[in-house]
Antibody
Framework: EVRLVESGGGLVQPGGSLRLACAASEFTFSSYWMSWVRQAPGKGLEWVGSIKEDGSDKYFVDSVKGRFTISRDNAKNSLYLHMDSLTAEDTAVYFC???????????WGQGTLVTVSS | AIQMTQSPSSLSASVGDRVTITCRASQDIKNALAWFQQKPGKAPKLLMFAASTLHSGVPSRFSGSRSGTDFTLTIASLQPEDFATYYCLQDYSFPRTFGPGTKLDIK
């Protein structure tokens, strides 16, 4: 069974940085797009960014451009989200997800909570 | 960016009811739309992709359709486990965008 497990969430001060990780198993990680999606407390889902199978293409929502970076290590079956200059508006549960064409987002992790507060 | 609107924002229904949720895209997204179900404290679960293709393991009471830029998720006969929040996602272009969600609760 496909498994995605996020880690790295926690409490960080405004202006701080954090790196989230997503460990993947039971599928050929290097063959799929991977994405991060977040959900602020009591709010809806927001797409954060996606990375192509080989890492050559990356896309981000405007609100995180220049602050967040997505990377992947296909040898380690791992996805990362590096977040800088964090603000209270970045407080959310962050999910990683795997998808293929045509838009089959077939597995999600359980999420990791990021809280930005002083 | 493509905007996704979703209606209704909330819906009260009873077990056995037929319910319909609609998403509208601000521009043509072909069939590149997925539907998700989310329960409190849990990750979203894929129900439908490519507008009308049922994801593996999803009960057949769920169905999807498209008419132009309007997309519909129908639950033929509500079951107790279907009470949740439903989201659509356009997977046509970046940035990907979700609808704001429809909360389905018990009448």
């Amino acid at each position: 069974e496909v498994r995605l497990v996020e880690s790295g969430g926690g409490l960080v001060q405004p202006g701080g940085s954090l790196r989230l990780a997503c460990a993947a198993s039971e599928f050929t990680f290097s063959s799929y797009w991977m994405s991060w999606v977040r959900q602020a407390p009591g709010k809806g889902l927001e797409w954060v960014g996606s990375i192509k199978e080989d890492g050559s293409d990356k896309y981000f929502v405007d609100s995180v451009k220049g602050r967040f970076t997505i990377s992947r290590d296909n040898a380690k079956n791992s996805l990362y989200l590096h977040m800088d200059s964090l603000t209270a508006e970045d407080t959310a549960v962050y999910f990683c997800a795997v998808s293929d064409y045509p838009g089959r987002w077939f597995s999600w992790g359980q999420g990791t909570l990021v809280t930005v507060s002083s | 960016a493509i905007q996704m609107t979703q209606s209704p924002s909330s819906l009260s229904a009873s077990v056995g009811d037929r319910v319909t949720i609609t998403c509208r895209a601000s521009q043509d997204i072909k069939n590149a739309l997925a539907w998700f179900q989310q329960k409190p404290g849990k990750a979203p679960k894929l129900l439908m992709f490519a507008a009308s293709t049922l994801h593996s393991g999803v009960p057949s009471r769920f169905s999807g359709s498209r008419s132009g830029t309007d997309f519909t998720l129908t639950i033929a006969s509500l079951q107790p486990e279907d009470f949740a929040t439903y989201y659509c996602l356009q997977d046509y272009s970046f940035p990907r965008t979700f609808g704001p969600g429809t909360k389905l609760d018990i009448k």
